[in-house]
C-alpha cells in the first residue's frame, strides 16, 4: 500500500517542496481584520473597547488611581520615618525659658516687685490646684489624659488652613500647643506645623502627661504681659495661684482662648462673648465630673482686678531690688549675672505695713515741705531703714523719692557724714573699755568734761592740736557726759574719744555693726564727730544693737530664695555680745535723755519710749535722727545733693528751714514712722541695766589745780538728775566728789554758774584738722547718668561740726 499523498497534479512545478498541492488560486482570500484603535488590527476573540473622547480622556483610569494611591502611601511612611528620626526634640527657645525674678514682702504673698523682660514664675504642678487644672483641661483638651499627642483631623485641617491661607486654626491638643510655646514658636507656616507634629509625638513618649501640662501652664501667654498660671493669677486677681477658686481658674482658663478679647476689663464691650466662654469652660467642668452641679450653679462671675500700668522697678521697688542684689553679692549666696538668668522667687524681710508707712512718713515730713519755688529744695534726698533688733531684720526700707527719677539708693549709699549720730559709739567704747579721763576718773555718764568752744584736745603727752568747734560755736563750760549728749558738744566727744583711744573706738564701732571698710573711719579724735560715711543701713544696724543690749546680728534683707521650688542656703547669722549688757544699757539710758530733753524732743511724737540721738554733716550737707524703741530701730537722713552734677549741697533754707539739723525733718519723720509701725503693737518700756556712775559736782570758780590735769573740786555742787532714768536702773551713788577733768595744758572753761548764754552764732567754719588725721582725698565725681536721671554723687570729706 502507498503511504504518498494524493497527487492533484502532474505538473511538479506545481507542487509545494513536500510535494503536496497549493490552495486553487481562484479561490477567495480571507477577510482581514479590521485595525484597532492605534492601527493595529485587533485579534479576534478580544472585545472592542470603547473609544475615550472628550472629558473622559482626563479623568484618570483606576490603574492610575491605585497606583497613585499606593505610591502616596510609600511617600507617607517613608516620611513619617525620615521626619520621626530626622527631627529631634530640640532645646528650649529662650522665651519659652525667661522667667522674672520675684521680689515679695516676709509674708511671701506679696509681690513688691519683678524684674526681666518676660514676666513669669514657674511653678511646680502640685502647687497649682486640681480645679485650676480642670479648668484648663475644659477649656483646651478634656481629653489630654487619654488621647494620643496629635489630634490627625485638628492638625490636618490647620495645616490645610494654613497653607491655603485662611488664618490661624485651633484644634490642637495641649501636647501640641507647650510644643509650640516652648520649643518652636508662633509662627503659622507648614514647615512649623510638621516639626509640631514629630516633636509632640516624641514628646508624648518621653515626658509624662503631667509634665506636659506642667510645661502647658507655665508657658501660655493670658495677656496683661503674663506668661504662665502664677505670673496670670497676680497680673488679674492679684493673688498665688493656689489662692484662686475654681471661678477665677474658669476664667484665666477662657483666656487661653483669645488673651487680649477676653480681658473684661479693658474690653467690656466683649462681656457677653467672655461670660459664654467662661460658662462654657465651667459646664465643661460638670460634664467631666470634675465641679457639682450645685457648685456650678452658686457661682458669680469674678470680675478681675483693674489692669495694672507697668511700673517695672518705678517708686521704693527699684531701690529694693537692687539693695536686695547687693545684699546676695555681697554675701556669695548669688552674683549679678547668675540672678540675671532669672526665676529666683526672693522673699525679703520687709513688712509691707512697715514699708508703707514708712513711705508715707517721708512724704508728710520732708517732700510735701519741699517747693519748686525754693532752689534749695530742689537738692533735697531722704534715705531711711528700719530693722528689728530681735532678728536683724530690715523691715523697711527708703531709698528716694522715685528710682527712675534718682538712681542712687540714699539708704545704701556710703558717701554721707552721719554726723553726731556716731557719738553714742563713742560712750559705749568707755563704758565697755572701763576707759577713764586723763586724770584717771572712770567715764560714766555723769563725768564731767570741758565744753568750751574749740578746746584744744589733749593726749596724756600734750595738745594733739585739734580743737572742734561746738554747734553754733556754743561754749558750755563743765558739762556731764550726759549733758553733751544730750546738746551734742563736740568739745566733750572729743576729748573723750582721746580718753578712750580712737582705736578702741573703732573698734568699737565696728563692733556694733559698723563695716570696717567705711569710708573715712579712721583712728583719730575726729572720728567722734562722725565723718564717717556710713549708710543710713548700717546705722541702724548698730542702733539695733544697742536696742538689744549689745547682742549684735548681721542684718539682712532676704529671708529665703528659691529657682524651681528648690531653695539656696543662706549663710548662717550668729548673734554675739558686741559690748557688755551694762554698757549697751548705759548708753540706751543716755539716749533717752536725748528724745525726752535734748536735740531729738520731737521723737516723742512716736508715743513710746524712745531713745536716740541727731546728727548734721559740715555744712548742712545732711540731717540725721538715729534711735530706737525696745522693738524697732530706725534711721532716717535727709542729704542734699545737685540733681544735675551729683555734688553735694547744704541744705541751707531747705524745707523753708533757715538750717537744717537732726532735730528738724529727720526726728519728725522718725517719729510718725515709728508711731505707724508700732501702732498694732503693745508699748514696751526698756528694761536696762545701766550703771550710770557717780555724780560729779561742778567746779569751784577758782580753777585751783590739784594736780596734773585737775582742778579743784567743788564743794556741794549741784549735779544733772539723769532725765528718763527708769526705777528698775542701777545707778551708783558718789562717795566722793571728783572734779572736772581739764588735761594738761588745757585752758578751764566757766564754771556752769557763770556759763554765758546760748550766744548768737558766729559762723560755722571749718573745723581743724589734727596732724594725725589729714583730709582724706576727695574722690572723683561721676558723670551725669546720660540717661537724664540724677548725676552720680560726689563725697565731701570735710569733718561735721555736730
Do not use: C
Not at 484603535?37 to 476573540?45: I, L, Q, S, T
Not at 516620611?79 to 530640640?90: M, R, T
Not at 559698723?514 to 572720728?527: E, G, H, K, M
Amino acid at each position: 500500500m502507498s503511504h504518498e499523498p494524493p497527487q492533484h497534479s502532474s505538473d511538479p512545478g506545481q507542487q509545494g517542496p513536500e510535494g503536496w498541492v497549493p490552495r486553487d488560486p481562484s479561490a477567495a482570500p480571507p477577510t482581514p481584520e479590521p485595525p484597532g484603535e492605534d492601527g493595529v488590527p485587533e485579534k479576534k476573540g478580544r472585545t472592542k473597547r470603547p473609544k475615550r473622547t472628550g472629558w473622559r480622556r482626563a479623568v484618570p483610569t483606576w490603574r492610575m488611581v491605585l497606583g497613585g494611591v499606593l505610591l502616596l502611601a510609600l511617600l507617607l511612611v517613608g516620611g513619617f520615618v525620615a521626619g520621626y528620626q530626622l527631627i529631634d526634640i530640640p532645646a528650649a527657645n529662650a522665651t519659652a525659658t525667661a522667667q522674672a525674678n520675684v521680689y515679695l514682702y516676709e509674708d511671701g504673698k506679696n509681690v513688691i516687685a519683678r524684674d526681666g523682660e518676660i514676666n513669669r514664675e514657674k511653678v511646680p504642678l502640685g502647687r497649682i490646684p486640681r480645679t485650676i487644672q480642670h479648668a484648663v483641661l475644659a477649656a483646651e483638651d478634656r481629653d489630654f489624659y487619654s488621647e494620643d499627642a496629635i489630634d490627625i483631623k485638628a492638625t490636618i485641617r490647620a495645616g490645610w488652613n494654613t497653607l491655603t491661607g485662611k488664618g490661624r486654626q485651633g484644634g490642637s491638643t495641649i501636647t501640641q500647643q507647650y510644643v509650640k510655646n516652648y520649643y518652636l514658636g508662633q509662627e503659622q507656616t507648614v514647615v512649623r506645623k510638621a516639626k509640631e507634629f514629630f516633636i509632640s509625638i516624641k514628646l508624648d513618649r518621653e515626658q509624662s502627661k503631667d509634665d506636659i501640662l506642667e510645661g502647658y501652664l507655665n508657658t501660655s501667654y493670658f495677656g496683661r504681659n503674663a506668661y504662665g498660671i502664677q505670673a496670670a493669677a497676680h497680673a488679674y486677681y492679684g493673688k498665688d495661684v493656689e489662692d484662686l477658686d475654681a471661678g477665677e481658674g474658669a476664667y484665666l482658663a477662657s483666656l487661653l482662648n483669645s488673651p487680649s478679647n477676653y480681658d473684661v476689663v479693658s474690653h467690656p464691650e466683649n462681656k457677653k462673648a467672655v461670660l459664654a466662654r467662661w460658662d462654657y469652660v465651667l459646664d465643661g467642668m460638670v460634664k467631666q465630673d470634675w465641679l457639682t452641679r450645685s457648685a456650678r450653679k452658686a457661682m458669680t462671675f469674678p470680675v478681675p482686678d483693674e489692669a495694672k500700668p507697668a511700673t517695672a522697678l518705678s517708686g521704693q521697688r527699684g531701690y529694693i531690688v537692687r539693695a536686695v542684689e547687693a545684699y546676695l553679692a555681697d554675701n556669695k549666696i548669688i552674683d549679678g549675672r547668675t540672678l540675671a538668668t532669672g526665676g529666683y522667687r526672693i522673699t525679703t524681710t520687709l513688712h509691707k505695713d512697715k514699708q508703707d508707712a514708712l513711705v508715707e512718713a517721708v512724704e508728710d515730713n520732708v517732700l510735701s515741705k519741699t517747693s519748686d519755688d525754693r532752689e534749695a529744695d530742689r537738692n533735697v534726698r531722704a534715705g531711711g531703714a528700719s530693722i528689728d533688733p530681735a532678728t536683724g531684720h530690715v523691715v523697711a526700707l527708703y531709698g528716694g523719692v522715685d528710682y527712675t527719677r534718682q538712681y542712687v539708693n540714699n539708704a545704701t549709699r556710703r558717701d554721707y557724714q552721719v554726723g553726731s549720730t556716731f557719738k553714742p559709739f563713742v560712750l559705749a567704747a568707755a563704758l565697755a573699755n572701763g576707759s577713764t579721763t586723763q586724770g584717771g576718773r572712770a567715764i560714766t555718764p555723769n563725768t564731767r568734761y570741758d565744753g568750751t568752744n574749740e578746746r584744744t584736745v589733749q593726749s596724756a603727752t600734750g595738745s594733739t592740736g585739734y580743737s572742734p568747734a561746738n554747734e553754733d560755736d556754743v561754749d558750755y563750760g563743765s558739762i556731764t557726759v550726759r549733758e553733751a549728749t544730750d546738746k551734742s558738744v563736740n568739745a566733750v566727744y572729743a576729748q573723750m574719744a582721746q580718753d578712750i583711744g580712737p582705736a578702741e573706738v573703732k573698734d568699737t564701732a565696728i563692733a556694733l555693726g559698723i563695716p570696717r571698710d567705711t569710708p573715712d573711719l579712721t583712728a583719730t579724735p575726729s572720728i567722734a564727730l562722725g565723718p564717717a560715711t556710713a549708710s543710713v543701713v548700717d546705722m541702724a544696724s548698730a542702733y539695733a544693737t544697742l536696742a538689744d543690749h549689745g547682742r549684735q546680728r548681721p542684718h539682712t534683707l532676704v529671708a529665703k530664695i528659691s529657682k524651681n521650688g528648690t531653695a539656696l542656703e543662706l549663710p548662717a547669722r550668729t548673734t554675739r555680745q558686741a559690748v557688755s549688757r551694762e554698757a549697751a544699757d548705759t548708753t540706751t539710758s543716755v539716749l533717752l535723755s536725748v528724745v525726752k530733753g535734748g536735740t531729738g524732743t520731737a521723737a516723742q511724737a512716736a508715743g513710746r519710749p524712745a531713745a536716740g540721738k541727731t546728727g548734721t554733716a559740715e555744712e548742712d550737707r545732711a540731717a540725721w535722727f538715729a534711735g530706737y524703741t525696745p522693738d524697732l530701730a530706725t534711721v532716717i537722713a535727709v542729704m542734699g545733693q545737685d540733681p544735675d552734677t551729683g555734688v553735694q549741697k547744704p541744705l541751707y533754707g531747705a524745707l523753708g528751714l533757715a538750717r537744717m539739723n537732726g532735730g528738724g525733718a529727720p526726728a519728725q519723720t522718725w517719729g510718725a514712722y515709728t508711731r505707724a509701725a508700732l501702732e498694732d503693737s503693745e508699748v514696751q518700756g526698756f528694761e536696762l541695766e545701766a550703771d550710770e556712775g557717780p555724780e560729779e559736782p561742778e567746779p569751784d570758780e577758782s580753777g585751783a589745780s590739784e594736780g596734773p590735769g585737775d582742778t579743784e573740786e567743788a564743794e556741794g555742787g549741784d549735779t544733772d538728775s539723769p532725765a528718763g532714768r527708769r526705777s528698775g536702773d542701777r545707778t551708783t551713788r558718789p562717795t566722793k566728789a571728783p572734779t572736772i577733768e581739764h588735761p594738761p595744758g588745757a585752758t578751764p572753761g566757766p564754771p556752769a554758774g557763770g556759763a554765758p548764754a546760748t550766744p548768737t552764732p558766729k559762723g560755722r567754719g571749718t573745723v581743724s584738722a589734727t596732724p594725725a588725721a589729714p583730709a582724706a582725698p576727695a574722690p572723683r565725681g561721676r558723670e551725669t547718668d546720660p540717661g537724664g536721671r540724677e548725676a552720680a554723687p560726689t563725697r565731701s570729706t570735710a569733718a561735721p561740726r555736730h
